[in-house]
């Protein structure tokens, strides 16, 4: 798990994940990494607001639109794409 500082970014390894939180407009995307060739770790601030939508992701109670997911995880693929420099 990991520690909850507003400091740090929430990491996330899971792409629908990450374009669901960013569908909600409440985080936003601060950086990424390219983890191996075909992994990227998406981060997210706040860390706090990240927690609380990943445990409503996991229950499935993140209500979200499908197209809208779908566009960010079409905007996540392409900075994926442009290499795993951090996002700024």
Do not use: W
């Not at 929430?10 to 909600?24: E, G, Q």
């Amino acid at each position: 798990m990991q520690k909850s500082n507003n400091q740090t970014p929430y990491k996330s390894l899971d792409i629908s994940f990450s374009a669901a939180a960013l569908t909600t407009r409440k985080v936003e995307l601060v950086g990424y990494e390219q983890v191996n060739p075909y992994r990227f770790e998406f981060h997210l601030s706040p860390f706090d607001v990240c927690s609380k939508l990943y445990s409503d992701y996991i229950n499935g109670k993140l209500l979200v639109s499908a197209k809208d997911v779908s566009d960010n995880v079409k905007m996540l693929k392409s900075l994926a794409k442009r290499g795993g420099e951090n996002y700024g």
